[in-house]
């Protein structure tokens, strides 16, 4: 049986275009399959459209007379693109240093863990997730491939999607939890790379003894750099600036 493909905002958009098309020519549409959904996405990423094979026959004036009372039956084509795979780094004892239960934080685990879950389904990728709590901390690390959208620029919107799955896993309890989400180590490589620029840059503005002023970076980024560079003699940090354009300047220091 011969079809068409068409895509467009919605399934009806897209079916509309393909039956007008199809009866342009003379022929009959039988039955209609819609090959991807529409998705708005999440924070602007994975926005797709609609996607339809519409079949058709060579028609007649009496297929087409027959056709018109005729409603194409639809066939719906979706697939489970989320998996998770979970891992507990340490055993978490009743109650941890800061007064919350296991019960709070295993609750806060699983709601920051549908959250994402819903986030990327929305965004039509397939990940694996691998939870890793600690007394006063819940790691998500995210592995899957090309998922280079998730960590932005610097990590700009890695750190957006942490800040809402904390917002909302700990909406509904008294005593929060951190929750930290990576994306295939990218923090443990950030955190590398940013060491090595504050060594070297150090090292410049103690020959030099001319100060250099940092892109602008959030608190977590900018706490590494003077870490880094506290015990360096002759070497001055300092953040300037307002957010989201705070950074470091790194001074010669007598």
């Known amino acids: ?12 958009e897209a079916t509309s275009q393909a039956t007008a098309q199809i009866e342009s020519q003379g022929r009959v549409v039988t039955s209609v399959k819609v090959l991807e959904e529409p998705s708005k996405g999440f924070l602007g990423f994975g926005k797709k459209d609609a996607l339809v094979r519409v079949y058709f026959e060579e028609g007649t004036a009496e297929h087409i007379a027959v056709a018109e009372k005729v409603v194409p039956v639809v066939e719906i084509i979706t697939e489970t693109t989320v998996d998770t795979v979970e891992t507990v780094e340490t055993e978490i004892p009743v109650v941890v240093e800061d007064g919350i239960t296991k019960a709070e934080q295993d609750f806060i685990a699983d709601t920051g863990k549908e959250f994402l879950l819903g986030m990327f389904g929305k965004m039509g990728l397939s990940v694996q997730i691998e939870k890793l709590t600690t007394k006063d901390k819940i790691t998500f690390q995210v592995h899957g491939e090309d998922l280079g959208i998730l960590i932005g620029k610097h990590g700009q919107t890695l750190d957006a999607i942490q800040y809402l799955t904390n917002l909302v896993a700990n909406k509904e309890v008294h005593r929060r939890c951190q929750i930290v989400v990576d994306v295939e ?30 892109e602008p970076m959030n608190a977590f980024e900018r706490k590494i750099i003077h870490v880094a560079l506290q015990n360096e003699k002759h070497i001055k940090t300092d953040s300037e600036g307002q957010e989201p354009y705070r950074h470091i300047v790194i001074y010669y220091k007598r």
């Open 185 to 214: 180590n990218y923090r443990s490589r950030r955190e590398e790379t940013l060491i090595q620029l504050a060594h070297r840059l150090g090292a410049k503005v103690r020959r030099t003894r001319q100060k250099i002023a940092l």
């Open 1 to 12: 049986m011969d079809y068409i493909e068409v895509s467009a905002k919605t399934i009806e």
